[in-house]
């Protein structure tokens, strides 16, 4: 007896986990692109008939490639920044670029790239390799954040790009959000709200980590953890539910374009919902390229990948 019971377990253990690797491992049909600089993309934006990319290799310099929207041309408007560029935003004319060690850079016409000295005041206490990851604008200002080694974060908040002000906190800093009048900035065990001209306000996380996140509404708003669980809040991040457990180790990126839901991220792990995530699909592409950021465009997703690589997939491919 004891013998068919441990046969009974075994293939159910055998069974879930092949019905389990399945699901994540479903065939997906993409095309991969080489960039002309063969260095990890890290983040991607449509503005106007361009795509811009920016990127670089771990401790080495930064890159900003500018490509029309089929993704056939390629234009080097600077291979030679600083330090890898983590994310960039274009607010009120003038693009922001953020890079490794909090450095921030500014244009008001491609190609000169400049860069912001903050001012002695707005200092920080730590700058050390503490990448500038997320621009965000809300209805009246720019809002960045910063932050690393778990312990380190920092929202910055500009209205006219000459003055950044800054706000330091005792947790890392990842995610950043923002719907109406609301923004939210998320990170390890903390999520930070702020609500019009009011202060921001801090809710425990209960030692989840938030990597990135985005609102539908004021009151709407899904988020992805470091573990790769999905999380949905209904009452403007104050409470979260889980209604994706993890199935992947790291979930860099997360988007919502109409009924998508689509989250990328290490070793070519793709998380998708056409139905504003009441089901999901998981996929994991040949290559298990690191996957950082992306965009929807035009009824695909392009996505910003490690190798100077970007992926291009059909939304219809992951249904």
């Known amino acids: 007896m004891l013998k068919q019971i441990f046969t009974r377990i075994l293939l159910l253990t055998i069974l879930w986990a092949a019905l389990g690797c ?25 503005q106007g008939d361009s795509i811009m990319i920016g990127g670089g290799n771990t401790n080495s310099t930064g890159y900003l490639i500018q490509s029309n929207i089929g993704l056939s041309n390629f234009f080097v408007v600077n291979d030679d920044l600083k330090n890898e560029l983590y994310s960039f935003s274009n607010f009120q004319n003038r693009w922001y670029f953020g890079l490794d060690s909090v450095c921030l850079f500014y244009s008001d016409s491609l190609p ?31 809002l960045a954040i910063a932050g690393g080694k778990l312990s380190f974060g920092v929202i910055y908040e500009t209205e006219d790009g000459k003055r950044w002000y800054p706000l330091e906190y005792d947790n890392e800093l990842r995610a950043l959000a923002s719907f109406g ?32 996140m985005a609102f539908i509404s004021d009151k709407v708003g899904f988020a992805v953890t470091d573990g790769g669980e999905i999380l949905k809040s209904s009452d ?23 009924d998508w839901i689509i989250a990328v991220g290490a070793d070519g792990v793709i998380a998708a919902s056409d139905d504003l995530g009441e089901d999901w699909m998981w996929f994991q592409m040949d290559e298990k390229y690191d996957l950082n950021d992306f965009v929807i465009l035009n009824g695909e997703c392009l996505i910003a990948a490690e190798q100077g690589f970007i992926v291009r997939i059909s939304l219809v491919s992951l249904k």
């Not at 730590?126 to 500038?132: A, E, I, N, Q, Y």
């Not at 609301?182 to 809710?203: F, H, P, V």
């Open 181 to 212: 009048e609301i923004s939210w900035a998320g990170g390890n065990g903390r999520l930070m709200r702020k609500e019009g001209a009011s202060d921001w306000q801090r809710i425990d996380l209960k030692k989840k980590f938030i990597i990135d």
């Open 236 to 258: 403007s991040g104050f409470t979260w539910k889980k209604i994706e457990k993890g199935r992947a180790s790291l979930i860099n990126r997360m988007k919502i374009d109409n």
């Open 22 to 46: 399945e699901r994540l491992n479903q065939e997906i049909d993409y095309e991969i692109i080489t960039l002309p600089i063969q260095e990890e993309a890290r983040c991607i934006l449509v």
């Open 112 to 142: 000169i790239i400049e860069e912001y000295y903050w001012n002695e005041v707005d200092w920080v206490s730590d700058l050390s390799k503490h990448p500038m990851r997320r621009f965000v604008k809300t209805e009246t200002s720019l």
